[in-house]
C-alpha cells in the first residue's frame, strides 16, 4: 500500500505538462537570436573574383570590391555584426601588411563601414600576413627549426599598431587573437593615445591550441609553415589556466572575452561566465562547421537541426555573442 501511495506521489511531479505546445516555448530557458550571432567574412586582395573555400561549403573568399555585397547578404538574413578576416597582396618576414594603411583588412573596412549599417569587427594578428605563418615575430634561429617560436614583446607593438590602423578604418571593435601576453593592455594604450577610447577589444581570451582549426587556415592562407602554435595558444588539458588567462585580459582592459574554438570547451564557457561580468563570446570554429557539414553529406545528421542545437548549447552554456559560420543560415531560421 505504501509503494501505491509513493507512486502516486511522484505522479503529482509531471515535468511533461511543461513540454506541451503553446507553454513550451514560454517556459524555454535558453534564447538564440540572430543579433546574436557574428558572421566571419574573408576578403582576399589577391582575387578579383569570389573563389570558393571546399573544407567550408557555402563559404568563400571574395575581392575587396565585392565586400560591401558581401555584409549585405549576412546583413539580409538578419544579423547585425560581421568579423573581417584579410588575405593581403604580399606577405613578410614582419607581417608589415598587417597594419598598412591601404592593407586588404583597412580597405574592406572603410567600404563596409561608409556603406553599411553593419557592426564591423576586425581580426587583429599577423598569422595572414607573415611569410611563416605564425603569429608574430619570430625569435632568431633557423627558419626550419620547429621549436623556433614567437617573440612576445616586439609582436605587441605589431599588433598595437594594427589594431589603430583599424580603429583608423572604422573598425567598430577590434579583436586581437594571436594570444600574445600583455596584448589587450598593449592595444588599449595604442587605441587611446590614438584617440579611440572608445573603441572596444574583444580579446581571443582563452584561444586554444586546436586541432578544429584546419580549414580557417586554408580560407584565410595561414597555417604556419613549421612546427605549431603550442608556445602561444592554450594546452586543450587545461582549464583553471583559462581563468588565469581572461583574468589578465580582463585587468588590461578588455571589453569581450571569448573563448576559441567553442564545442570542446563549453565547460571554459560556462566558467567564465559565472568568474567574469563581461560579456562572452564563443567561436563555434571552421573545424566544427566542416564536420557537421561532412556528416549531413553522408546522410547522417540533418544539419540545420544540428547546426541550431550546436548554436543553443553554445548559449546555454554562458555565451552571449557565437561567432559561427552558421550564422546566416541559422538566422534565416530564427
Not at 15 to 25: A, C, F, K, Y
Not at 281 to 306: I, T
Request: aromatic residues 6%; charged residues 30%.
Amino acid at each position: 500500500m505504501l509503494g501505491a501511495s509513493q507512486a502516486d506521489m511522484d505522479l503529482t511531479r509531471r515535468p511533461r505538462r511543461l513540454r506541451q505546445d503553446g507553454i513550451r516555448e514560454l517556459v524555454s530557458e535558453t534564447d538564440l537570436a540572430a543579433s546574436d550571432l557574428i558572421a566571419p567574412v574573408f576578403v582576399d586582395a589577391t582575387t578579383d573574383e569570389r573563389v570558393e573555400i571546399p573544407s567550408m561549403p557555402g563559404h568563400e573568399r571574395v575581392p575587396v570590391e565585392e565586400a560591401i555585397a558581401r555584409v549585405e547578404e549576412v546583413r539580409s538574413t538578419g544579423v547585425e555584426a560581421v568579423i573581417i578576416f584579410g588575405i593581403p597582396s604580399e606577405k613578410d618576414d614582419q607581417g608589415s601588411r598587417a597594419w598598412a594603411e591601404e592593407g586588404v583588412v583597412q580597405e574592406a573596412t572603410r567600404r563596409v563601414t561608409e556603406a553599411t549599417d553593419a557592426y564591423v569587427i576586425t581580426d587583429v594578428c599577423l598569422c595572414e600576413y607573415t611569410e611563416h605563418g605564425h603569429c608574430g615575430v619570430l625569435e632568431p634561429g633557423a627558419p626550419d627549426h620547429v621549436e623556433l617560436t614567437v617573440e612576445n614583446d616586439p609582436t605587441l607593438e605589431r599588433i598595437a599598431k594594427t589594431a589603430v590602423s583599424h580603429a583608423e578604418a572604422g573598425a567598430d571593435m577590434v579583436a586581437p587573437s594571436g594570444m600574445m601576453d600583455g596584448m589587450v593592455g598593449a592595444i588599449r594604450e595604442a587605441l587611446d593615445e590614438a584617440g579611440f577610447e572608445h573603441t572596444p577589444i574583444m580579446s581571443y581570451a582563452a584561444k586554444y591550441e586546436s586541432a578544429f582549426y584546419g580549414p580557417f587556415r586554408d580560407a584565410a592562407d595561414g597555417a604556419p609553415s613549421f612546427g605549431n602554435r603550442r608556445h602561444y595558444q592554450m594546452d586543450p588539458a587545461n582549464a583553471r589556466e583559462a581563468l588565469r588567462e581572461v583574468e589578465l585580459d580582463v585587468e588590461q582592459g578588455a571589453d569581450v572575452l571569448m573563448v576559441k574554438p567553442a564545442l570542446p570547451y563549453l565547460d571554459i564557457v560556462r566558467a567564465i561566465d559565472q568568474s567574469f561580468d563581461h560579456p562572452v563570446a564563443a567561436y563555434n570554429v571552421s573545424g566544427e562547421y566542416a564536420m557537421l557539414h561532412a556528416a549531413a553529406d553522408r546522410g547522417w545528421l540533418a544539419l540545420e537541426e544540428v547546426a541550431y542545437e550546436s548554436l543553443l548549447s553554445i548559449k546555454r552554456a554562458g555565451a552571449d555573442l557565437v561567432l559561427t559560420y552558421f550564422a546566416e543560415d541559422i538566422a534565416d531560421r530564427l
